[in-house]
């Protein structure tokens, strides 16, 4: 298949936004190959982060944003029809280009920063506002909002939780993309496509068969340094999730 004939497929988030579940569920159909946080090398070089597993991560990726992009913007890694392309916003820093996204349909993964920050910090010690990538999803959204015209789709992972059959099929129909019931279950397990630092972050997915709906419960209570944290990510989530998607509360799965 050609380069020109692909479904991109750019899902915009943050870490710890059930984003590798999502990237499970668009894995799953037989029409789509995808591609793990392609510029985390790239953002690991650049910035010189301490980040788990950091020399595996710079070994495994080019380091080039503009290599990345050159990959991102051909066929999918196996030909498939749609190319799913994972991504974390703050990965995407000033001066990298980002015309290639154009060619993309570019989606929005949010998630409450109580809820990621909570996450995280079970990963990495420490964290602030860059870290979660709010900042930088809320630029990248109105970009592309001003490209387009109008606000591109965003799904709150709070909905895809609860309701995954009704926020996956109202996804899918945002992009124009037929709904496969393959998309809420998957085999357990590692996958050839996950990044290498999957021993260190992807614990709980690789254990996890699909999306099962669940209410996500209370917002965590956070520890002074990190609630500081969390009040200042709030107001970008908050102007992000007025433009999420409307999932019907339903019982379908």
């Known amino acids: 298949m050609s380069a020109d004939a692909t479904l991109r497929i750019a899902m915009w988030s943050g870490p710890r936004n059930i984003s590798t579940a999502m990237m499970r569920a668009f894995e799953n159909r037989p029409d789509t190959d995808v591609v793990d946080e392609p510029f985390y090398a790239a ?3 650049a910035t010189g982060l301490d980040h788990p597993m950091r020399d595996a991560v710079l070994a495994s990726q080019p380091t080039d944003w503009r290599e990345v992009v050159e990959t991102l913007s051909g066929p999918a ?6 190319f799913y ?5 703050h990965h995407m820093l ?3 280009d980002t015309d290639w996204t154009s060619a993309c349909r570019n989606l929005f993964l949010i998630r409450h920063p109580a809820r ?6 079970e990963k990495r010690e420490t964290a602030d506002l860059a870290d979660i990538g709010v900042v930088r999803q809320l630029e990248l959204f109105e970009r592309e909002a001003d490209r387009l015209g109008h606000a591109p789709p965003v799904i709150d992972s709070a909905d895809v939780l609860r309701a995954p059959g009704p926020a996956l099929r109202a996804l899918c129909a945002a992009i124009d993309l037929p709904f496969r019931e393959e998309m809420l279950s998957w085999p357990a397990g590692r996958r050839a496509s996950d990044g290498v630092w999957a021993p260190a972050w992807y614990d709980q997915v690789e254990r996890s068969t699909g999306f099962q709906a669940r209410p996500e419960g209370a917002v965590p209570v956070l520890p002074p340094a990190l609630a500081r944290v969390a ?3 709030d107001p970008y989530y908050a102007t992000l999730a007025r433009w999420r998607l409307e999932v019907e509360p339903t019982s379908r799965t």
């Open 43 to 45: 953002y690991l070089a």
């Open 116 to 121: 990621v920050l909570a996450s995280y910090v």
């Open 85 to 89: 392309q994972k991504h974390m916003t």
């Open 231 to 233: 009040e200042a990510a």
């Open 77 to 82: 890694p196996g030909g498939a029809p749609v």
């Open 94 to 96: 000033p001066g990298m």
